[in-house]
């Protein structure tokens, strides 16, 4: 491969054009409180500015050249990609959705089935570490490659399970929220350790292990196939530990203002019970 792909290939402007729609979807009848079931409930501008830049990434990680690029030629590109979408879009997408859209959307006994099944915290954790290790498998890899109904097949179950695995840390509904903000923290140190293995395997490979990559000539870079591979595996880690860290403080932090804000309010109790006391004995005076 010596030729890089049309302009159709590099920006596929029908997925652009769905994601205008979503956009205007969700400011016409989310955003601005227009929806049947929106009652009171408003989405603040994080809200929408999070879920703007989630479709925004979506894009970039679908719909650039990212994406043809790293199928055709980079293996770091790839793994770019693969970062930007499982990683780094499903935060996004749930901080920006309103506890009422999802409680309309669970009111749909299928809908409700499969959320209450596959945001299990177990299930969530383990079947989309599983699926991505599989995923990164030398002969899974270049038969999905090679495979373009099979890939967009595999692709959309990961991105399903990437948003059921992040489901319980930025769960929008409080009735489904399951886990504690400790027990979040050790779910993403958990998500942390089970995803290693597939990074470890592409970064410690001393030759090429994906025959899609092995004899491909890349007319824009200086990077050698087996240097390409390396590099893809280490930019899904670092981008990983930077997502789950910054998730483990986000968690943290919020926890710590929480329990700050329940002892100020003990506090405030206290005195104004000290105070109340105080009068009474004033009075009895």
Known sequence: MSQIGGFFELWNPVLLLVIVVVGYMYRRFVAKGKGNSAENETVSVSQQISFYIGLALFY???GSPINY???HYL?????LQQTILYLIVP???WLG???WMMRSLMKITVIRGIFSFF???LIALFLFNMLFSIYHMPLVMDYLMINDLSLFGYHTVLLFTAFMMWFPVFCPLPEMNRLNDLKKMAYIFGNGILLTPACALIIFADTIIYDMYANVTVPFAHLSPLDDQQLGGVLMKIVQEVVYGATLAYIFFRWYRRER???D???LIETQEGLNNQGGNWNRA
């Open 91 to 93: 935060i996004c997408i």
């Open 97 to 99: 959705t309103p506890a």
């Open 69 to 71: 690029i790293g199928h």
């Open 60 to 62: 970039i990680g679908q």
């Open 261 to 263: 804000k329940e002892e």
């Open 75 to 79: 293996f770091s590109m790839h793994m």
């Open 265 to 267: 309010d003990m506090d």
């Open 119 to 121: 945001t299990r915290p």
